[in-house]
């Protein structure tokens, strides 16, 4: 072997070609998540090339509203599928994946999962898998969107977009694992947004079309109806993570710096009595008192009327009057 043809590991030909495939990685990953490795060295490094979809929505919602114009219809859709979608995530992902407050039937579970993952938050075991992580580990230097120990922009969304973001720990969802639907979605979670944003594209040109006097266009509902919503309610949830470990007000004296914030608690249908979860977080209700409103609980309780949900945990009074 003559010793001049290898190429040493720090040649830029070698750099070049190792970041080729780690690129082609990346793009797997947007589709099928369980191509993330459990060993990456650089796993707390952002993955930018993963980032792109995410960054490419952003830019559709803030650039697109300004070349499709205006509607009605289109803001209504925007403003319906974020409040659909918000319950999916706060009644499901979070109050029924996370902390099992209540049971529901399997078809259920598995609609609202499906609800869940078009607001390209991922699957429900990843969100169920890292919120269980973080009621473990809050505020500490292994809570991985901790404000108080991380920066704001690591706390509010830089923490998922590192590899080691990317992975879901199995260890602690093992309950879940044993619905072969539910790891199907959270393998391939990417194309039920992907399906969504399609539906809306086709129904606005199909309403273009045959209902001009809607005033809308297959390009004007994804961008409001998919890109638009997609991007608020994003930014909606993620506020739990980072405003309300900053601001607002304790009532219990919780080993972590979770607040009650009552703007919080109005744009996420209740999750703003952050203090008030983290105090008991087995709980289907964050607002523990009557003035604190909790529409995620007020839909659930409906729910339960109509025998779709059943076994809402309450708040014991011990835990609800402590101080």
């Known amino acids: 072997m003559n010793p001049e043809s290898e190429t040493p590991p720090s040649s830029p030909r070698r750099r070049i070609d190792q970041w080729i495939v780690d690129a082609a990685k990346s793009f797997v990953r947007w589709f ?23 960054i490419g929505l952003h830019v559709a919602a803030l650039a697109g509203v ?32 996370s902390h ?15 609800l869940g993952a078009s607001s390209v938050q ?5 969100w169920a898998a890292h919120h269980r992580n973080h009621h473990r580990h809050s505020d500490t230097e292994l809570d991985v969107h901790s404000p108080v120990t991380k920066s704001f922009f690591v706390s509010h969304m830089g923490w998922f977009l590192t590899k080691a973001g990317f992975r879901t720990d199995r260890s602690v969802i093992k309950d879940l694992l044993q619905f072969p639907e539910l790891r199907l979605l959270d393998r391939f979670d990417v194309f039920v947004p992907i399906a969504l944003a399609l539906a809306l594209f086709l129904l606005g040109g199909w309403l273009e079309a045959h209902r001009p006097e809607y005033g809308t266009s297959a390009a004007q509902l994804l961008i409001w109806g998919f890109f638009v919503s997609t991007v608020v309610l994003f930014h909606a949830t993620v506020t739990i993570n980072s405003f309300a470990h900053r601001f607002g007000s304790r009532r ?53 009327w109509c025998r779709l949900v059943w076994d809402l945990k309450p708040v014991p009074p011990q835990l609800k009057h402590a101080r």
């Open 122 to 126: 991922r699957g429900p075991l990843w």
């Open 32 to 54: 099928d998540t369980e191509t993330a490795a459990a060993d990456e060295a650089d796993a707390q490094r952002i993955d930018w090339v993963r980032v792109v979809p995410f």
């Open 66 to 97: 300004w070349f499709v114009g205006f509607s009605w219809f289109a803001f209504w859709t925007a403003v319906a599928l974020y409040a659909l979608r918000m319950f999916a995530i706060t009644g499901f992902y979070h109050r029924y994946f």
């Open 100 to 114: 099992k407050t209540f049971k529901t039937s399997r078809p259920v579970q598995f609609l609202f999962a499906l």
């Open 252 to 304: 219990y004296r919780t080993r972590d710096d979770s607040r009650n914030n009552w703007l919080l608690a109005l744009i996420t249908f209740g999750e703003g009595w952050h203090n008030n979860h983290h105090h008991f977080p087995g709980s289907a209700r964050n607002g523990f008192f009557w003035w604190e409103y909790d529409l995620t609980f007020y839909l659930l309780k409906l729910m339960s």
